[in-house]
């Protein structure tokens, strides 16, 4: 009988350190992502009708003062 090979622990810690890399990965895409959705519905707001008004009044009457 052939005596047992040892196990290399080599392939066990590649691995471990991939995994760990994509997670961390993943995990600033994740934040970046929602931080982002955060920003636009915070600071993305449609123009009101008053807004619109003065903006088009302003340009009628000759721009900024």
Do not use: C, H, W
């Amino acid at each position: 009988m052939n005596p047992p090979r040892k196990k290399n622990p080599t392939l066990g810690i590649a691995v471990f350190i991939v995994v760990a890399v994509l997670l961390v990965i993943a995990t600033l895409l994740y934040n970046a992502i929602s931080g982002k959705r955060d920003f636009d519905r915070e600071n993305a707001s449609p123009p009101s009708v008053a807004s619109a008004a003065a903006a088009t009044a302003g340009a009628a009457s000759g721009g900024s003062q």
